[in-house]
Every structure is written in C-alpha cells, then in structure tokens.
C-alpha cells in the first residue's frame, strides 16, 4: 500500500514591543538586541568572539561524555537532575531514578508511559501522552509512584512545578494550574499550550508562536502580564525566574529575560537537528537537539553555542544543574559534564556521504563560538576546496568528486578541541541513488482522505512520497 502527503502608523504597538527612533514597533529589548519574528537579523555576530575583554570564556572543549547506555525496553523522554549523583527519567518504560556515574537505575517501575516530568523538592510530577498525571514521591528509601490520574480533556504535553503548585500544558485545553493532588484551581487559556514553565507565582507559557508570562499568585484567576512572539511553535520551556527559553524545534531557541513584569528579548541560538528540550542552568543553556546536545553560554556577551556532543541515540530532551546533564536519547540514557568556563570550535559534518552520479557536495558547519580551520585530504575522491576557515555559526561547501569510480573517505583535520581528525565515509553510486525510479502503480490514498484509488509514482513526479507498508500477523 502507498501512503502520498504533501510534505507604521500611530496605533499603539502591541503588547512587548515599542516604537524606535523611526517610529516603528520593534520588540522590547533585553542583552540580546533586536529579535523580531522571522528576524533576518543576524544572531550569530562574532565581531566579540574571542575577545577577553566582552568574551569571558577561554579556549578548550566545554563538553565531556561521562556515559552512553542503551536500553532496549525503553523509549527515553524527558529527566531531570536532582543533584550531582542521581537524575530522574520517563519514557515508554516508565519512571526511573538514575545513577549519574554510569547511567544505570538505582529503581524502575514499568508505569504509564511518561512524556515530561518537573520536581518539586520531593516530589516529581509526571505528564503523560495518555492525559493522565501522576507523582512520584522521593523522600523515603524507595520512590513511591502514586496512582495515574486523568487530567483534562486529553493529550498532555509539558508540565512544572513549584512550592506546591503544578502547571499542566494541555494544549487547546490551554495550562491547568493544579495543586499537588492534581485538583485543577485554575486555567489558563490557550489555543495551542504545549510548553510551561513556573517559578513562585509566575508562570511562563508557550502558546503556539506566542510566549506569555502569567501571575498566578491566585490560581483561579491568572493574569497575563507580558507576551512576546516566537519564531516558531513553542516545544520545551525553562524558566528559572530570570530568564526564559524556548525550544522552537527546527528554528532553535528563543531566549528572554523577565524585567520585573515584563518578558524581554535576549536573544535566539540555532543548533544542528531540532531543539526539542531546554534547561537553564545559570549563566548555561542546556539543549536537547535530537542530532546533538548543545551547550551555550547565555552571560555577558552571550548568547552563543560553545559546543556540543552526539549520544548514539536522539536527544529527546534534556534536565541540568550544577555543570551535569542528563540526557534522554531514545533508547539511549547519557551523562555529559561541563569541564569549565571554555568554549571551542565545533565541526559539524554528515557521517556518510553519498555520491550521485559520481559527485555530490559536502556541506562543513562551524556551530561553536570560535574560529574553526579544517584541512581535507581525499581517498578516492577529489576535492574543492581542501582547506577552510569558518567563523562561528558559518556553513561552507566543498566538491567532492569520485576517481576511478571507487569507494573512498574525505578526511578532516580541525582545530576542534574533541573532533580533530573526521573521517566521512563516501559511498559511490552503485545503487540507484539519484536516479529517476521505475514508474509503477499501487492501490492508494492521499491523506487526508483514506478512499483507496489507483495511485501511479509519476503522478507525484517532484513531490515528496512517503510509502507505507503494513502487514497482518
């Protein structure tokens, strides 16, 4: 079966913006400058970079790998640090209290499946794909996991917690504020709730492209205070009080500060894959990028990436404190450390190549916070240029052409602190890669509507098309 989808005036501005020198409404600032919606303004400046004087970090790699497990029963989530030996973590498999040294658990209970999680002192608040919460107490020798309660009218999505208040992330249900027995005090509306964070009696909520900050000192009756537009959909919040992070997916993160009831722009990050978690740790952002987790240096002179590393499995999300990140990757559970106030270069490159018709480019990426120099050498292969200088956040793409037809390897040699040498390996067109496929006809649908027809591959010629098969044993 075949599956085919289409992959100025003188009116007050609005809230969180105000007028320039021109006249014209621009958003609020905070350390970061400008960030309008779809700003092309660009973030990644490095006229500071390396500069001692507006640049407090030295030159070293900023990220150790501590651990790597896999777990195959397990679809790992979201986590949480709760101090510098043990972390928490939910998934498909449940809840578990993790060992920060190796990444094996200390207690796991095959629960209801966990999608986010917050911790409040001892206790540890759980959301659920299924709409259901459920908590999980730590104060006595062996967690207690309380009986799963259902909570709105479906699908949860990120969930926080603090002094006894919880705030649920429901989606079009907007963000349930619940005390610690899950009975829901108050709402606060949404049209699309799906990241929250809270601290005291301030709450911040991303609502579809929309972040809001909310005073909920009564329940029952939350006040918006402050919002400010994203750049895309809001997916993960952290919020420590001061500042506030949102992960945008494949747009990166936007950043704010809270200037008393205020939201302010700090900045945006871009990270390679699609930021789906954020935590704040101080003057460090930690960010759970599916392809990578990054770290980035959100004080004076910030924001900016430093560097970042890659689990065997995706980064679904990612808790912090104290330097030490826990890191759900799918079927992996990872540690990573911050080894000091440094940053480095980062080289960012495909782990394999494939040639089409005997040539393809190579697309080299510098996503650390200094100069990157690289020399290529080729086997089997030529290649233009072999040498590159790439300042922070710069992309650059070099030809690699196959000799004699052959398998071969680009080889990379970087002043990256933690990748000096790369090897890509480069796979020559053998197969039909690049080339244009045999038509052919199959019994299908186009989504939305599910009404079996005659469906021919030409008839989608250009097009994305995804091919399904299913299968009854």
């Not at 908590?135 to 020798?141: A, F, I, R």
């Not at 699309?192 to 609502?207: H, I, S, T």
Request: glycine share 14%; charged share 20%; aromatic share 8%.
């Amino acid at each position: 079966m075949i599956l085919l989808a289409w992959l100025g005036c003188n009116e007050p501005c609005i809230e969180g913006f105000g007028r320039d020198d021109a006249g014209d409404c621009v958003p609020l600032q905070g350390r970061g400058g400008p960030h309008p919606k779809d700003s092309s303004v660009d973030s990644e400046d490095t006229a500071d970079t390396g500069d001692p004087a507006t640049w407090p970090l030295g030159v070293g790699d900023p990220l150790e790998i501590i651990s790597d497990e896999k777990y195959l029963m397990w679809e790992f989530l979201d986590s949480e640090v709760l101090d510098a030996s043990r972390g928490v973590v939910v998934g498909q498999g449940g809840f578990g209290l993790v060992d920060l040294e190796n990444s094996t658990f200390l207690f796991e209970e095959n629960t209801e499946r966990g999608y986010r999680l917050a911790v409040d002192g001892e206790m540890v608040f759980v959301a659920t794909r299924t709409g259901k919460v459920y908590s999980v107490d730590l104060s006595g020798s062996t967690p207690n996991i309380g009986q799963a309660r259902a909570v709105g009218d479906g699908w949860n999505e990120d969930i926080a917690a603090d002094q006894g208040l919880v705030a649920l992330a429901s989606l079009d249900s907007g963000t349930l504020l619940m005390d610690t027995q899950f009975t829901v005090l108050g709402t606060i509306p949404g049209a699309f709730a799906y990241g929250v964070g809270l601290v005291g009696d301030r709450a911040v909520v991303a609502d579809d492209e929309t972040v809001g900050l909310w005073d909920v000192s009564d329940p029952a009756n939350p006040v918006l205070l402050s919002s400010m537009p994203l750049r895309g959909q809001g997916r993960d919040v952290a919020f420590d009080g001061a500042q506030v992070a949102v992960a945008l997916g494949a747009r990166g993160v936007d950043l704010f500060e809270v200037d008393g009831d205020t939201l302010m722009v700090a900045g945006e990050l871009a990270v390679p894959g699609a930021a789906s978690g954020v935590d704040l740790d101080g003057d460090w952002l930690w960010i759970g990028a599916w392809d990578v987790t990054a770290l980035a240096w959100i004080g004076a002179a910030g924001p900016r990436v430093v560097g970042h590393e890659t689990f065997h499995g995706a980064a679904m999300g990612i808790g912090a404190k104290d330097g030490v990140a826990l890191v759900p990757a799918w079927q992996n559970l990872g540690v990573v450390r911050r080894t000091g106030d440094v940053a480095g270069p980062e080289v960012n490159a495909p782990r394999l190549l494939h040639l089409v018709q005997g040539e393809q480019t190579l697309r080299l990426q510098n996503w650390g916070a200094y100069e990157l120099e690289v020399q290529l050498t080729g086997a089997g292969v030529s290649l233009s240029p072999s040498a590159l200088t790439l300042a922070p956040g710069e992309d650059a793409q070099v030809q690699v052409v196959a000799q004699n037809g052959g398998q071969g390897a680009v080889d990379l040699t970087t002043n990256d602190p933690d990748e000096t040498s790369v090897q890509i390996p480069v796979s020559a067109n053998s197969s039909t890669l690049g080339v244009v496929h045999d038509d052919f006809t199959l019994p299908g649908f186009t989504w939305p509507d599910g009404t079996e027809s005659p469906v021919s591959l030409s008839d989608y010629e250009g097009r994305p098309v995804f091919i399904g098969y299913w299968a009854l044993y």
